[in-house]
């Protein structure tokens, strides 16, 4: 049996693009600049060169890598809908009632995209103690919510050293700026290009390393919540709850609105 999870584009991190972009760039034309103006591949060559350099020389190789495959849940959610995943451990319980844990060996084999359920549900066919189960997914839990915070951190690092390495750049072009004091017209607009690199600093940290960071901490948060979900339904099932008794319990990690959008689920409110 295998989960629910579905790759679906993240609309919120698409449309929060589109909307910044779209409102610096107006603001530009408003002000009767043009896209030219801040078109300069120098200025993103020193920013985003900059940039990768210093996260590079402040973290393992290890950890960027995987923060950059850590990138596709900024605009992709592979996430299943908990009410799907409700239901799945609620058929595993019933299954559980009516013909034993070990009937459960089957089905688990079948499941291929949650390897979190798929070893919960397995140590529990192997008849694992439950305090040695909830001991052992706990630390799994625990293990991933930190690799998740470190792969988050490495774009907030990025994040806090692009607009210094803009200032930089800045400083880089005043400097040749200097060597022509001689044609005020020529200097005017070396200066205008010089902040350029100050411009792409503010805005590769401010629209997308510090929010990737701050998108990839959300979904981690959401998976440890999932997680702590399906550890209390797979204990539910060892205790040989109620599958009624175990929905209202794995209900309350639902908000309203979840249950409200998933009218087919046999899910019912807490209280």
Request: include cysteine; proline fraction near 3%; charged fraction near 25%.
């Amino acid at each position: 049996m295998a989960n629910g999870s579905r790759r679906r584009i993240d609309f919120a991190t698409l449309a929060g693009l589109i909307i910044a972009v779209c409102g610096i760039l107006g603001g530009l034309a408003l002000e009767g600049g043009k896209f030219t103006d801040i078109a300069q591949y120098t200025a993103a060559l020193i920013v985003i060169g900059g940039t990768a350099g210093a996260v590079m020389v402040t973290t393992p190789s290890a950890l960027i890598l995987a923060a950059f495959r850590r990138l596709k849940h900024v605009m992709w959610d592979t996430t299943t809908p908990r009410a799907d995943l409700i239901e799945q451990l609620l058929q595993f319980a019933r299954q559980a009632r009516r013909s034993g844990i070990a009937s459960l060996e089957g089905p688990v084999d079948e499941i291929t995209d949650d390897p979190f359920l798929k070893k919960a549900l397995q140590l529990l066919v192997d008849g694992t103690d439950l305090q040695d189960l909830r001991r052992i997914m706990e630390l799994e839990i625990d293990a991933a919510e930190r690799r998740g915070e470190a792969e988050a951190r490495v774009f907030e690092t990025a994040g806090g050293y692009a607009p210094t390495i803009g200032i930089i750049g800045a400083v880089l072009g005043l400097i040749q700026v200097m060597k022509h004091l001689e044609d005020i017209e020529r200097v005017g607009h070396g200066i205008a290009v010089a902040f350029v690199a100050t411009v792409y600093g503010v805005g590769l940290a401010n629209l997308v390393l510090l929010p990737a960071g701050a998108k990839i901490k959300a979904r981690v948060e959401q998976s440890v919540e999932d997680k702590e979900l399906v550890l209390e339904g797979v204990i539910g099932i060892a205790e040989g709850l109620n599958p009624r008794l175990l929905e209202n319990k794995l209900g309350a990690f639902l908000e309203e609105h979840q249950v409200e959008r998933n009218p087919q689920s046999q899910l019912r409110k807490v209280g």
